[in-house]
């Protein structure tokens, strides 16, 4: 069961990427009502200052609500994050949800643009990898790192290769690092089907409404960063 902040406990930091909408957004306005700390990422420089904006109305302390815009694949924007992180004291928690799906409509394999799948893997496998190597010095014990993954980094569903095997790729790098690092609790974690822009580029000009919004998802986020559980591959609606 998970235990929310209150004003008089000690309030702790989250780094979110692709905290401009979807899950991200989702997440950090709860984490913001809660009283936490944030640091906020997204590429999207507009959609972003909305957001910020949006969270620093929710937040008890407003100031404590930092957004950096930027991509994580940009080393120099890691570095800022690295900073921003710093100036708050440290982290708590990190959230590795900014991702590439790649083109859309999805392409087989045997048609999949290599150049393009390179993007994939630079966004979904090595700046989160290169997020961790950089924020690492600003971590506090007991840090939470959520890495986002998906069903499609374990089934092997047609068009989904490029998307699919980048993630898988996460999971075994996240699986990895929780072995060598046994103090941090490591967690790749499935949100399940969402409603969100990417899920809508996936499947170009469907219907998705049927799909659960982002903010289903939340409740199992919130159990990871509050609850002691050990290490490993977590679905959200599970938790919840």
């Known amino acids: 069961m998970t235990t929310p902040q209150t004003s008089s406990s000690q309030p702790r930091t989250a780094l979110i990427t692709g905290a401009s909408r979807g899950l991200g ?76 799906l790649g083109p859309s409509p999805l392409p087989l394999l045997l048609n999949h643009p290599l150049d393009a799948l390179e993007a994939v893997y630079r966004a979904n496998v090595f700046a989160p990898l290169a997020l961790i190597q950089t924020l690492a010095p600003t971590f506090k014990s007991g840090i939470r790192i959520l890495n986002i993954t998906s069903d499609a980094g374990v089934e092997g569903y047609p068009g989904w290769g490029g998307y699919g095997s980048s993630k898988a790729a996460l999971e075994q790098l996240s699986h990895v690092l929780a072995a060598e690092q046994p103090d941090w609790r490591v967690y790749w974690v499935d949100p399940g089907d969402m409603r969100t822009a990417m899920h809508q580029a996936a499947f170009p000009g469907e219907d998705i409404s049927d799909r659960p919004l982002p903010e289903e998802s939340v409740p199992g986020l919130l159990e990871l960063l509050n609850a002691d559980l050990p290490s490993g591959r977590y679905r959200a609606h599970d938790l919840a």
């Open 25 to 100: 957004l989702a997440l950090a306005r709860r984490l913001a009502t809660d009283g936490w700390r944030l640091v906020l990422d997204a590429r999207g420089a507009d959609a972003l200052a909305a957001a910020h904006a949006e969270l620093r109305a929710l937040a008890p302390y407003p100031a404590r609500i930092v957004a950096v815009a930027g991509d994580v694949t940009d080393t120099a924007h890691r570095q800022a994050l690295a900073t921003a992180a710093r100036d708050l004291g440290g982290l708590d928690a990190l959230v590795n949800n900014a991702s590439e």
